[in-house]
């Protein structure tokens, strides 16, 4: 396997990340739901979920914002040129900023 | 974003809600229908010499589109590589410069994973023709279906009779997805 082939399965991995950390948000929103039913908004248990549904969601943004960089990477950009060539998406160029692009 | 299967993102039961992921992952399948995977690439400006009578891939400097990383710039510019599997349709235009006899075969091949046995296509083939100020365009086209990580060149040979090279320029080199393989 060459390095391109490397970044090509790295990019690959970081798409499928999006779909499981989404089902573990699905997960965590139900979950959050379920509590809602049967107390109250400022019950400790909710604030709990609520904020591991939080958590969830911005694990997700994060995947998007690596597969981004890594999608990048592989077609030859380097990360701290991403954010300057890409103005479209900001969520994601906020985490890749944050990721290492100093 | 890519395609996945709802149901991998949450299963509906009856009483319910549909959450947001499940909302975000509709989301995302839409763009990917209306944008699925889709990569062209050429080598104008940078014509390539072609020796008699040899099989030469031709390099792809050059990115008209590709929307999912297919293929790079920097690294094996040939390649477009597919990062979702399925069935895409690939296809490519080139031009050859004036060439000085009649009747020297060219071909036109698309290749998958270097072209060993079974993965080398010949999608066009045909005798130049001699003329003063023209050029030969050849273009094809076919479908195959793609593992993650398989990639297709495009390769071209000639033979002629003065055993010279012919610059060849790649005009155009495509791959988009159309199913699932």
New interface residues.
């Given amino acids: 396997m060459d390095d391109l082939d490397a970044l090509g399965a790295q990019y690959r991995e970081a798409k499928a990340a999006i779909a499981t950390h989404r089902q573990r948000q699905a997960t965590k929103e139900l979950a959050l739901a379920r509590l809602r039913r049967r107390l109250p908004e400022d019950h400790p248990d909710v604030s709990a979920a609520r904020a591991a549904v939080v958590k969830a969601h911005a694990d997700v943004r994060w995947c998007q914002g690596a597969t981004i960089a890594a999608g990048e990477a592989y077609k030859g950009v380097t990360l701290d040129q991403v954010p300057h060539d890409r103005n479209v998406v900001p969520d994601p160029i906020d985490v890749i900023a944050r990721m290492g692009a100093r | ?2 395609y ?1 299967d709802l149901t ?3 299963a509906t039961d009856p009483g ?2 549909l ?4 909302c ?2 509709v989301r ?1 399948n839409d763009e990917f229908f209306i944008d699925p995977p889709a990569c062209s690439v050429d080598g104008l400006g940078s014509p390539q010499s072609v020796a008699d009578s040899t099989l030469v891939v031709l390099s792809a400097p050059n990115e008209k589109f ?1 929307n ?2 297919m ?6 510019t040939s ?1 477009i ?1 597919a ?1 979702t599997a399925g069935r895409y349709l690939i296809g490519a235009t080139v031009n050859w410069q004036q060439i000085l006899e009649n009747n020297v075969p060219l071909l036109l091949n698309i290749i998958r994973n270097g072209g060993g046995a079974g993965d080398a296509f010949n999608i066009a083939q045909l005798p130049a023709i001699n003329r003063s100020g023209f050029t030969t365009a050849m273009s094809g086209a076919l479908t195959l279906v793609l593992a ?2 398989d990639y297709v060149e495009a390769r071209v040979r000639q033979d002629n009779s003065l055993n010279v090279a012919i610059n060849c320029t790649l005009e155009e080199f495509y791959a988009i997805f159309l199913t699932r393989g």
């Fill in positions: 974003m890519a996945a991998t993102v949450q319910d809600p959450t947001a992921a499940w975000d992952q995302d590709d999912d990383s293929h790079s710039t920097s690294s094996n390649r590589t990062q993650a990580g």
